[in-house]
């Protein structure tokens, strides 16, 4: 029977804790709890210290519930308490409960003591291991974006040497054009004026054409256009892709300098032709 009585009383006590938690009280609510606990305490019960934690982290859970609100209303008890204790014996109203709620209040005061240092605990834990994967999302994309880097100097010292590599091409087959000119100039009076006018734009066709296609290379490499800017998209003939817009078109309309350059020339080559034949 005792055991049970216990229980029963330690039951009761969860019930006013939850009670307390729920919000501040008033001083009138507060000396109800106070008649309450005193009837609770009679006939010399013990609360059981060990069952309160439990009891903390479910109202910590809770968002109905605070735990600042037990701590408020068991700091308004101790002092109602402390008023009556220092009255004579014959006027108190919760004598012999001094002592028990001043255990209670220290033991529940303990334990939310001891409950915020492990959620801090767990906060700073958390914070830490968030740090830690933050800095290894950090360290992992710092180091893609350094592999980036190596590839893309990689390819920049790559299409530097065949930059380079098309240029000396250039140049190397402008001064064989120029030494070429030259000779046929120089032979100029052994052969017929129009034979030597007619190779001469040949190797000019030639060396053009030669040095345009590695002009065109290196806009590839470099990732530059050398088409001219046009109104349609790929420099189409209409927007409906018309018979008449053939290859030639597109060239003309796309690379009309190297194209006019071109028909200049071969009208010239055709009428050295023609009138060295006369």
């Not at 108190?92 to 002592?99: C, D, H, P, S």
């Amino acid at each position: 029977m005792l055991l049970e009585e216990s229980k029963r009383r330690q039951e009761l006590l969860k019930k006013y804790i939850w009670e307390l938690a729920a919000q501040c009280f008033e001083y009138d609510r507060i000396r109800e709890y106070a008649f309450k606990l005193k009837d609770l305490y009679s006939n010399n019960f013990r609360h059981s210290y060990s069952e309160f934690f439990p009891i903390i982290v479910d109202i910590a859970k809770e968002e109905s519930y605070n735990l600042e609100f037990l701590s408020s209303n068991v700091e308004e008890l101790k002092n109602i308490l402390e008023q009556d204790y220092t009255k004579e014996d014959k006027n108190k109203e919760f004598k012999g409960l001094y002592k028990p709620l001043v255990k209670l209040g220290d033991h529940l005061n303990l334990e939310i003591g001891r409950y915020n240092y492990f959620s801090s605990s767990e906060k700073k834990i958390l914070d830490i291991e968030k740090y830690t994967e933050t800095s290894q999302d950090k360290l992992t994309h710092a180091t893609a974006e350094l592999e980036n880097a190596k590839e893309k100097i990689h390819s920049m010292q790559t299409e530097l040497i065949a930059v380079l590599s098309i240029f000396a091409a250039i140049v190397l087959t402008f001064s064989c054009s120029i030494n070429l000119i030259g000779s046929v100039l120089t032979h100029m009076n052994e052969a017929p004026f129009f034979k030597t006018t007619f190779f001469t734009l040949l190797c000019g066709f030639i060396v053009i054409n030669l040095i345009f296609v590695l002009m065109y290379f290196i806009s590839k490499i470099i990732g530059r256009s050398i088409y001219a800017s046009c109104k349609t998209t790929n420099c189409t003939c209409g927007d409906n892709n018309t018979p008449s817009c053939n290859s030639l078109n597109r060239i003309r309309k796309r690379l009309p300098y190297i194209f006019w350059l071109n028909i200049f020339i071969i009208t010239l080559m055709i009428a050295s032709l023609i009138m060295y034949k006369i």
